[in-house]
């Protein structure tokens, strides 16, 4: 593609790079990313994903922006408040960015819809941006099935975590390292717990350096390895993890070959419903 004289300047960190360069960035117009959940992981990832000149990002998410959300989901702004997540995300992209085309999901991702959505635009990489378990699942099954390569994290408190799964390859998949979704009520979620909203930013970004790495071919993503991160002892752990040849979903023997929904077990401290 010809880059014109705006293009030029805006990338130009980039194309300096010797491992990016015109035709790298060429790639990262070209690709397509989906961001499911745009709270405090998908925030500030489909931020700089936008930023970096991702071609295409799309945002799933069938929530609205709340108060209690601008603390950490740094995408919205007060005056989105009772906006569509996605309408509002997808504003702050545009703002940032009119290269980036957005393709917004005003919905949450169920085993009813998320193989459609994966397939819409047929996304090139997948980041995991939720907050609970069921969900965390229905993703990497969904994403193994279709063979693409998916992003986790999670953040609760001051910690975090992440890792990265690339299909054909023989790294472990989040069912692998975790296996099934922990008994409703057993492990509180962020909403119960509370987060310190800077951990979403440094999570979510590493994220970003995920997606775009792959995108790029360059360097050794996190296939294989869980990080974990302790804000309070400023220390990350790069941890080895192994393929589970008895996994579900991903094993020598699979017996996960359709999408469930697991119980909802996040409770909203404001309402008191479930989701």
């Known amino acids: 593609m010809d880059f014109n004289e705006e293009q030029i300047e805006r990338y130009s960190r980039h194309i300096l790079l010797e491992e990016v360069g015109v ?3 060429e790639k990262l117009l070209n690709s397509k990313v989906l961001i499911i959940g745009t709270g405090g992981l998908g925030a500030p990832a489909a931020m700089y994903l936008a930023a970096a000149g991702i ?95 998916f992003s ?27 296996q099934s979704p922990p008994p409703a009520g057993v492990v509180p979620t962020c909403r119960e717990a509370g987060v310190i909203g800077a951990m979403g930013g440094i999570i979510g970004t590493l994220q970003a350096m995920e997606a775009i790495k792959y995108l790029l071919g360059l360097g050794t993503t996190l296939a294989g390895y ?25 094993g020598d023997n699979p017996t996960i070959d359709t999408l469930i929904d697991y119980e909802q077990a996040a409770c909203d401290l404001k309402t008191g419903k479930l989701g």
Do not use: W
């Open 23 to 25: 035709e790298g960035q």
């Open 152 to 178: 986790h994290a999670g953040i609760i408190r001051f910690q975090g975590q992440l890792t990265t799964y690339i299909p054909d390859n023989g790294t472990p998949c989040y069912r692998c390292i975790f």
């Open 55 to 149: 071609g295409t990002i799309g945002l799933v998410d069938g929530d609205e922006v709340d108060l209690s959300n601008l603390q950490r989901q740094i995408i919205h702004q007060t005056s989105d408040v009772g906006k569509l997540k996605v309408q509002s995300g997808k504003e702050t992209i545009n703002a940032i960015n009119p290269d980036v085309k957005v393709i917004t999901y005003n919905e949450f991702a169920t085993s009813e819809n998320i193989l459609d959505i994966i397939k819409d635009q047929d996304y090139d990489f997948i980041l995991d941006g939720t907050d609970n378990f069921p969900a965390k699942f229905l993703i990497n099954d969904a994403c193994v099935l279709a063979k693409k390569p």
């Open 226 to 250: 869980l990080l974990t991160y302790d804000a309070l002892k400023m220390e990350f752990k790069k941890i080895k993890v192994n393929h589970n040849k008895k996994c579900g979903v991903c």
